[in-house]
């Protein structure tokens, strides 16, 4: 472990920078045969920590959906725009430790998988699963983070690294929230059917209606009407 308290000091730093969470996880979450998405060892062979940091999203961008589809969208971008810049100080901070540290872009950022890998939409590696095991929430229906204080109303980034930081403790929650049983209001709302009861996302279908039917808005009608929040 990197010495001289470096993962509370990492933590205390992310806090009074703006971050309203941090969650750190090892690399051996990811090798968890559960698990089926890309991995960030792929990006960082000697990586040891996934580091999350996350906003809550102001409410009023959900509830004025989906009218203020622009406000909602650059609420979003500006979300991304504070994690950007926290997380670059909290990079900065684990080299000045020696070592080394990079920053992965958030799903709908202009640099991520939205963008980058329209093939397959599918993320470097995820961030879900990386806060899932730092216990930060579990998984929706709508195939969001349901986080414990601010639900699927957030916004992440992450920051891989070698630095072996200590795991935060975690008491492992069950992977689909219990609230989701009975509810399914996010399938019902979704416009294209890209979510199924089955727990089958269809990226592509809600992908095509961002892109080709709001032209790139943003659309956040699954998490407008989730009560988790
Ligand atoms: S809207 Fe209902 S079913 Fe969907 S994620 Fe929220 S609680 Fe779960
Ligand atoms: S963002 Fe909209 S289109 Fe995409 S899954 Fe949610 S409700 Fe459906």
Known sequence: MPG????????????ELGTDFIGITGSSAFQSSDYVGNKPQDVMPDMKSVVILGVSVPNGAFDTLPKGRAEYTN?????????????????????RKGYKATIAPSEGSEFGYWYADRETLKADFSFKYASYH???????????????????????????????????E????????DACRGCMKCI???P???????????????????????????????????PLY
């Open 188 to 190: 019902e709302i979704c």
């Open 4 to 15: 001289d308290n470096i993962t509370e000091n990492l933590k205390d730093m992310a806090l």
């Open 134 to 168: 730092a216990g930060l929430g579990n998984f929706g229906m709508n195939h969001l983070l349901i986080t414990k204080d601010f639900g699927p109303r957030i916004r992440m980034t992450a920051i891989l690294t070698d630095a072996p930081f200590e795991d935060d």
């Open 75 to 95: 609420t979003l971008m500006a979300a991304t725009a504070t994690l950007r810049v926290i997380a670059f100080q909290v990079a900065k901070f684990i080299e």
């Open 192 to 226: 294209v059917d890209a979510l199924t009861e089955e727990g089958v996302i269809h990226r592509e279908k809600c992908a095509e209606y961002m892109f080709d039917v709001l032209g790139g808005l943003r659309c956040g009608m699954c998490l407008k009407v989730c």
């Open 170 to 177: 975690v008491i492992q929650l069950p992977l689909i929230n």
